[in-house]
Each structure stands twice: as C-alpha cells, then as structure tokens.
C-alpha cells in the first residue's frame, strides 16, 4: 500500500473528487495553503493499493490544469526612488504536485 499526496489547484478539486469517487478510490480532501502565492489549494490524501497507483497518478494528471497566475512581488525600481513597488510576476503552478509515500500500516476500525 501506498499513500498519495497530491496537491491541487482549487478549480480542480471538486472535479478531481467526483472522479475518485467514480473510481471507486478512497480519498480525504484537506483545505491548504502555498507556501509561495499564499492562496488556497487542496491536498488530497489517497491511500491505495500498489496495483492501483498508475489509475490514480492518471486520473489526476487528467484531471488538474496547469494555469498561469500572477502575484505581486516588491521590487525596487530605480536607485533614486525610496522604497519598493508592488509588481506583478507571472508564475506557472502546476496541474498537480503529487507525493508517493510508503505506508508502514493501515487500520480501519
Ligand atoms: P505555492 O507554494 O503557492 O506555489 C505556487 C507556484 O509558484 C508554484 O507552482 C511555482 O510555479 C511557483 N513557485 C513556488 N515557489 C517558488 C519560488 N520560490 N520561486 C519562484 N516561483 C515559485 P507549483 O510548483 O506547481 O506548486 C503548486 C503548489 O504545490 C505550491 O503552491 C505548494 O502548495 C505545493 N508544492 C509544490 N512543491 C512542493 C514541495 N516540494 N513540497 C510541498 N509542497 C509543494
């Protein structure tokens, strides 16, 4: 068994839940934050079957975008201006980051 950690974007979750539930994939969706943009994403918990990776890893690589966001980063201008301006950078997040992780147990009481 293996347990799968996949962070998404939250324009993706809600899609990529259905589809685990329509595969019959057991999963604990949790609210997260990035590190860097600060905003929200979601962190799926998946833990699975060996045999079963390969159908999971697709079915969210399927189903999470890669899109472009911007986000303000201070950066200062000229020499001779006092203080930093917001400006805004473009940063390509990705459809998925995702974590294969070995699981030591699993207990279901
Ligand atoms: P964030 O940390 O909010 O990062 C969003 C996007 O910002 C990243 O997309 C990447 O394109 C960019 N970015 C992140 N750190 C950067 C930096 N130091 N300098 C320049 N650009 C940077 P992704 O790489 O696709 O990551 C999407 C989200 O996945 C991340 O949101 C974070 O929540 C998670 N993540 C990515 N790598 C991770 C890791 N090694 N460990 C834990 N979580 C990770």
């Given at each position: 068994m293996k347990m799968i950690m996949a962070i998404v974007q939250d324009k993706d979750s809600n899609r990529l839940a259905n589809k685990l539930i329509d595969a019959d994939i057991r999963a604990t969706k949790l609210s997260s934050t990035g590190g860097f943009l600060k905003s929200g994403n979601s962190t799926f918990i998946i833990g699975i079957e060996d045999k079963r990776i390969e159908e999971a890893l697709k079915l969210i690589e399927e189903t999470c975008q890669s899109r472009k966001q911007y986000v303000s980063s201070p950066i200062t201008?000229?020499?001779?201006?006092?203080g930093q301006v917001p400006y805004p950078v473009e940063v390509e997040v990705g459809g998925a980051t995702v974590f294969v992780l070995p699981v030591e147990g699993f207990y279901h009481y």
């Open positions: 201008l000229d020499i001779s201006l006092d």
